[in-house]
């Protein structure tokens, strides 16, 4: 198959279901500009028979990005009246981001299975209905998959 060095990344059983199988490689790098960050593929298709096999033509993918942005800072909290300012600066990373704002009298928040507070494209939000507790966390996320 080429002038290739070729490495297993997976094996999938053959099954009598819908005509394709979806399988998500991990890439270790993301393209940039120093590198396209493409791999290339060759998917074997075997039988009980070890003898018997395909190859099919080599195919491409790569990571267009899957490196998080920067974090927010710096993230301040002000007082205005009965509300509290957040404000923090701007990414200036290419391409625009959200921001998932989420609050908790808990130490802790995981935006994996906590609802955002709000969700925001500015670098400010005014939150007019804070609580009252004497331990307010905010936590910002920038370009997260909420």
Same mark, same amino acid.
């Given at each position: 198959?080429?002038?290739?060095?070729?490495?297993?990344? +997976? %094996?999938?059983?053959?099954?009598?279901?819908?005509?394709?199988?979806?399988?998500?490689?991990?890439?270790?790098?993301? #393209?940039?500009?120093?590198? $396209?960050?493409?791999?290339? !593929? $060759?998917?074997? +298709?075997?039988?009980?028979?070890?003898? %018997? !096999?395909?190859? #099919?033509?080599?195919?491409?993918? /790569?990571?267009?990005?899957?490196?998080?942005?920067?974090?927010?800072?710096?993230?301040? +909290?002000?007082? %205005?009246?009965?509300?509290? /300012? @957040?404000?923090?600066?701007?990414?200036?990373?290419?391409? $625009? !981001?959200?921001?998932?704002?989420? /609050? $908790?009298?808990?130490?802790?928040?995981?935006?994996?299975?906590?609802?955002?507070?709000?969700?925001?494209?500015?670098?400010?939000? @005014?939150?007019?209905?804070? =609580? #009252? %507790?004497?331990?307010? =966390?905010?936590? #910002?996320? +920038?370009?997260?998959?909420?």
């Amino acid at each position: 198959m080429g002038n290739f060095s070729w490495q297993t990344v +997976a %094996e999938i059983s053959a099954e009598q279901i819908p005509p394709f199988i979806l399988f998500v490689d991990h890439t270790p790098v993301d #393209s940039t500009a120093n590198s $396209s960050g493409t791999f290339l !593929y $060759s998917i074997k +298709a075997k039988t009980t028979n070890i003898s %018997e !096999y395909w190859y #099919s033509g080599i195919l491409s993918g /790569r990571s267009l990005d899957n490196i998080p942005p920067l974090m927010v800072s710096p993230f301040n +909290a002000v007082s %205005e009246s009965s509300n509290i /300012r @957040l404000t923090w600066n701007k990414n200036t990373e290419p391409g $625009s !981001y959200t921001i998932f704002l989420y /609050r $908790s009298i808990s130490p802790t928040i995981d935006p994996e299975t906590e609802t955002p507070y709000a969700t925001v494209t500015d670098s400010t939000y @005014l939150d007019t209905t804070p =609580l #009252s %507790e004497p331990l307010l =966390l905010f936590h #910002s996320c +920038a370009g997260c998959s909420q």
